[in-house]
């Protein structure tokens, strides 16, 4: 995943070492993302030329992390004469952290990437689908390419109609720009022939637009706030903003934030900001300003080696967030709390009727859905589906228009996801919308929804966010039976069970010594299996998805009942098993698992219960046992 930061100021004295800097620590927030090189471009506005002001442009990139950009920045500014101490009141700056998807990682090809005489410089984010076409076209009308990137299509294109079409601004330019990409993408874009301009265009990829100004700090709530668009200030006024793929860039940065919609194109020009809309005739459009009331400590890693451990060790206090205010003693003669979901409330009599659920995701979320599934069924008696959302769209699969569809997605952006949800809406369903970041895609463009409020996640293998969601599916089907007296008790029972999860989850993380041992027995290994079934068939295939993205290592979470059916002829003295078997409904068949499993002379790792004595007596057989 790339990242991107952009920073603009006017009439206020800077110098260019504070753009640098800037750039730097905006790409560092960024750095969880992953990436393979990174690159910055930074400008100064300056009385020249246009001719003179491309050559003032200046482009670093590097392979390898940001030190190596640091370290190269460095080099460039004492071979040449990069004046890094020059103060100016105005400048653009551009960064860029690259995960290679078209070409090699290389300096070569990381961005910003230009057009042939530098003249206008774009950073990028997604995938442009059809840079095949507009190459060959760019390639018949004489335009050289460098790169092996999709991205180089994008400054070159921006040339060839700047000096086809004539367009009256940048604006205009970008907007033709974008009308010919398809596929996702957030773009920044400057060039010199819109000098002190900064644009920023966005479609299916996440784009936030944030800014400092002193005169916005008396607004105490986002309903106070002023409409974005248009925003002027005043001569003399300060103005800086700051653009990031990601608002945990921002944290340190903006007092507002605005969120991107799909075809905005942000100009940023001397003073003003407007968004337009390439998909509204062009015209201005309204973007509300947000508060921006992340905590700078939710973004750092404290005393945690990375954020992925601190977000493992942050669960207890997410699932309590998560919670928090949605279990309630509403109705007095029953004992029990009653979940309280007031994004929903309206729409419970109609998801009770629908003609089935569809619980769509990607990743770990679609494992949240997989893990909730069994428990939905049994309480809510509907139709339960989990569809991976880019296979539901290659499948086109049908869709009625009394279905359910519930969208499922930590960020909120998760493209494959976005793209299954409009689809839906064109089918007349109801969507519901379960995301981790309120002023998201999905959770604008769906009916209804509820917030996870599992609190910022920057790991990417998603920890707190996935046990927060699953949390908040069974909240779901709970709300949706809690009214029939058949269901009273076992609702009763289940809310009790949630209010002493963080318990639960505090004492698991107490073994985190046992846990290490176990992983440095495996550390060596080329491969994993992990079995599950039941509830536990989701705990597998999420356990096998972590060890890929975090150890790299080959990892497949199988079906305990499947075993039989291919799987087992993998399993001999070298290959390290985990099963998963706690005293669940499949207990008995998990113990089976485990015989056969043993019997082949596997290494086998498996979870279970505390005090579990039979499993205890399994220690024995070249079994290791994590009990919890």
């Not at 004539?166 to 010199?192: N, R």
Request: charged share 20%; hydrophobic share 40%.
């Amino acid at each position: 995943m790339c990242g991107i930061f952009a920073y603009h100021h006017h009439q206020l004295p800077r110098t260019k070492q504070h753009m640098v800097d800037l750039l730097l620590a905006g790409l560092r927030r960024l750095e969880y993302r992953g990436y393979d090189s990174a690159g910055l471009s930074i400008s100064a506005a300056e009385k020249s030329s246009v001719q003179e002001n491309c050559t003032k442009q200046r482009i670093i990139k590097s392979s390898g992390n940001i030190d190596c950009l640091a370290r190269e920045v460095c080099v460039k500014a004492s071979s040449e004469d990069l004046r890094l101490e020059d103060t100016v009141t105005q400048q653009n700056g551009l960064a860029h952290t690259r995960w290679a998807t078209h070409g090699a990682p290389s300096r070569h090809n990381s961005h910003p990437h230009t057009d042939e005489a530098g003249a206008f410089i774009v950073v990028h984010n997604g995938i442009i689908t059809n840079y095949k076409a507009l190459k060959k076209l760019l390639v018949n009308h004489g335009r050289v390419f460098s790169t092996d990137t999709d991205t180089e299509v994008i400054p070159i294109l921006c040339s060839y109609l700047h000096k086809t079409k004539h367009p009256a601004d940048f604006k205009e330019l970008m907007m033709e720009v974008i009308s010919q990409l398809e596929g996702a993408f957030a773009l920044l874009v400057t060039s010199c022939h819109y000098p002190e301009e900064l644009v920023a265009c966005k479609r299916g990829s996440p784009l936030v637009l944030g800014i400092r100004d002193p005169t916005l700090e008396g607004f105490a709530t986002t309903a106070a706030l002023p409409s974005l668009q248009p925003c002027k200030w005043g001569a003399g006024a300060t103005h800086e903003v700051f653009v990031a793929s990601d608002v945990t860039a921002l944290v340190e940065h903006a007092n507002r934030v605005c969120v991107l919609e799909d075809d905005d194109v942000a100009c940023i020009s001397r003073g003003t900001f407007a968004i337009f809309n390439s998909a509204q005739a062009a015209s201005k459009v309204a973007r509300d300003m947000q508060m921006l009331d992340v905590e700078v400590e939710s973004i750092m890693k404290g005393n945690f080696k990375h954020f992925m451990q601190k977000e493992i060790f942050q669960q207890a206090e997410s699932l309590t967030q998560t919670m928090q205010g949605r279990l309630r003693n509403v109705v007095a003669h029953i004992p029990g709390k009653q979940v309280v979901l007031g994004g929903l409330q309206k729409y419970v009599s109609a998801i009770c009727r629908c003609r089935r659920v569809l619980l769509i995701a990607c990743g770990s979320s679609y494992h949240a859905c997989l893990a909730a599934r069994q428990t939905m069924e049994e309480l809510t008696h509907l139709a339960i589906t989990c569809e991976l959302a880019s296979d539901l769209m290659d499948r086109q699969c049908t869709i009625f228009r009394d279905d359910t569809c519930i969208f499922v997605s930590q960020s909120g952006e998760t493209a494959d996801t976005l793209q299954a949800l409009r689809y839906a809406k064109k089918k007349g369903a109801l969507c519901i919308g379960i995301t981790n970041v309120v002023a998201s895609a999905i959770a604008r463009e769906t009916e209804c929804g509820v917030h996870v409020n599992a609190g910022c996640e920057i790991g990417v293998a998603s920890t707190k966010a996935y046990t927060s969601q699953i949390v908040v599916l069974i909240m779901v089907a709970v709300k949706l039976s809690q009214d029939a007296i058949s269901k009273i008790a076992k609702c009763c029972a289940m809310t009790a069970a949630l209010e002493e999860l963080p318990r639960a989850v505090t004492e698991v993380l107490k073994l985190d010594g046992r846990i290490q041992c176990a992983a440095e027995s495996l550390k060596d290994e080329s491969s994993l299996l992990v079995f599950g079934r039941g509830y536990n068939y989701a705990t597998a295939l999420e356990a096998a998805l972590k060890v890929k993205e975090v150890a790299l290592m080959h990892s497949e979470g199988i079906l305990a009942g499947e075993m039989k059916h291919g799987p087992l002829a993998l399993v001999d003295e070298s290959m390290p098993v985990v099963v998963v078997a706690t005293r669940d409904s499949m207990y008995a068949k998990m113990h089976s698992v485990i015989a056969q499993l043993s019997a082949r002379g596997a290494h086998l790792l498996v979870l279970c219960n505390s005090n579990d004595k039979e499993m205890e007596a399994l220690a024995s057989l070249n079994c290791q046992l994590i009990q919890v």
